[in-house]
């Protein structure tokens, strides 16, 4: 392997989705097609992943590792904010600010409410 990018995170989900992907076709045996292209899905991301591994160009591999975890990152602070906004529905409500599409959250049951974005200073009503 001297010489060769390796098994890196990115591989590693990689492989992750080839599995996922031989599990719905297995789930979708009943209909031939959907199968069969999840199939075609499935060698594309194996033949890819071997790629990876086997590669020479560890630069380029590195740089493509870096921006899996930025994106890995960005989904997972995307699902804690999901998972957080869950846990509070019932003593807040959010919005979302018209101009600047932040998020505010305001507490349930106040009525209706003149809502001042944080972030750019906009003004605007809500039913809270
Ligand atoms: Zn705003």
Same mark, same amino acid.
């Given at each position: /392997? ?6 890196? @995170? &990115? ?11 031989? *599990?719905?076709? /297995? ?12 199939? /075609?899905? !499935? ?14 160009? *560890? ?8 921006? &899996? &975890? !930025? ?19 019932? !003593? ?9 599409? @932040? ?21 605007? !009503?809500?039913?809270?």
């Amino acid at each position: /392997m001297y010489g060769r990018n390796g098994y890196d @995170a &990115y591989s590693q989900f990689l492989l992750l989705a080839a599995i996922v992907l031989v *599990v719905a076709s /297995m789930l979708f045996s009943r209909l031939p097609a959907v199968a069969l292209l999840l199939q /075609m899905g !499935e060698y594309a991301v194996l033949v890819y992943c071997v790629f990876r591994v086997l590669s020479r160009n *560890v630069l380029k591999r590195q740089q493509e590792n870096a921006r &899996y &975890y !930025e994106r890995r990152q960005r989904f997972l602070r995307w699902a804690r904010g999901l998972k957080d906004r869950w846990q509070q529905r019932k !003593e807040y409500k959010f919005f979302r600010c018209p101009s600047c599409h @932040a998020l505010l959250r305001v507490p349930r049951g106040k009525g209706r409410l003149q809502l001042t974005c944080r972030k750019c200073g906009n003004r605007f !009503e809500r039913k809270t």
